[in-house]
């Protein structure tokens, strides 16, 4: 029995440092692709629910790595945030999603509105309001063209100070989103405080649309409850028809999910919203 003991701890002590070096591997490396140019965004098409016009794109991080090809965000963001990383991560996605705004508008494909995830740390930490500036200043886009993700965590940890990011924030002409809407606090106190635009209707909410009856009155009191406050609703992770006209009926405003459409390159996404057709 001791020695069967010992064999299971030394597996439990292998197998933990192999997470601490994969850990610092991992670290290192996204260090290094960041300066390499691995990562890359993709875009996920955002319609509006009464006509299905193509109104904006979420930019979505991925990782496309030399031997294992593309990494999705759940397997490195956590890392960055970690480490930090995701400052200057998060300030390349800013100003890469400017460009690409830029870039579309050069092409004629206006009136986009492009959503860019915000971590936590970034929102804390970074110059966030003089980096969005920056962005702004050097792509020339039009500011109310970049809505800001941010999470209802980020927005409950230091009451004056998150006021005063929002405000600055918001005189920049940019627009501000509650992105997975209903998952973390149950206070509501702060949609009425802060300039945000748009609640963000998480994936699970909309997942238990099909369910039950919860799920519809769950839904039904979000919307009911945004629209209340001037808040506009998208709703995210809609895949199915009945889904989407279960959210139509219950006059939410956007959505966005594989039902429309899956996270794209650029190449695709701009081929997307050439050939597609509102119904
Ligand atoms: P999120 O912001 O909630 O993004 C939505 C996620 O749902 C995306 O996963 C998207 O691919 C997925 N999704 C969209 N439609 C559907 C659908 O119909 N069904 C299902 N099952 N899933 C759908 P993704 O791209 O893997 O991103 C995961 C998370 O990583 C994001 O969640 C976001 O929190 C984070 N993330 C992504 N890009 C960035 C970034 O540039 N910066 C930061 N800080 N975080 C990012
Ligand atoms: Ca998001
Ligand atoms: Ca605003
Ligand atoms: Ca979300």
Not at 246 to 273: S, T
Request: aromatic content about 8%.
């Amino acid at each position: 029995v001791k020695r069967r003991t010992d064999l299971r701890m030394g597996f439990f002590d292998a197998a933990m440092s192999f997470a601490v070096t994969e850990r610092m591997t991992l670290e290192r490396s996204v260090k290094d692709a960041l300066r390499s140019g691995q990562f890359e965004l993709f875009y996920q098409p955002q319609v509006r629910l009464s006509d299905y016009a193509l109104i904006g794109a979420e930019a979505l991080i991925r990782w496309r790595h030399p031997e294992l090809g593309i990494i999705t965000p759940d397997k490195f963001i956590p890392v960055a945030e970690e480490t930090g990383l995701i400052v200057p991560l998060g300030t390349w996605v800013l100003h890469q999603a400017c460009d690409q705004l830029r870039r579309w508008n050069d092409l004629g494909l206006t009136g986009l509105r492009l959503g860019v995830n915000i971590s936590g740390r970034q929102f804390r930490e970074a110059d966030l309001a003089d980096i969005v500036a920056d962005c702004i200043a050097e792509s020339g886009v039009s500011p109310g063209d970049l809505d800001l993700e941010l999470t209802e965590s980020m927005l409950m940890t230091d009451g004056e100070g998150t006021l005063k990011l929002l405000r600055s924030l918001a005189k920049l002409g940019v627009t501000l989103s509650i992105d997975d809407f209903g998952t973390g606090y149950s206070s509501l106190a702060y949609l009425k405080r802060f300039p945000v635009d748009t609640v963000k209707i998480d994936r699970a909410f909309v997942r238990d649309l099909d369910q039950d009856e919860d799920g519809r009155v769950l839904v039904n009191a979000i919307i009911s409850l945004a629209h209340s406050l001037s808040l506009k609703t998208i709703a995210e992770g809609v895949e199915t028809e009945s889904q989407a006209s279960l959210l139509a009926r219950h006059g939410c405003d956007e959505i966005q999910g594989y039902m429309i459409g899956r996270p794209m390159p650029v190449a695709d996404f701009a081929e997307f919203a050439k050939s597609y057709c509102p119904r």
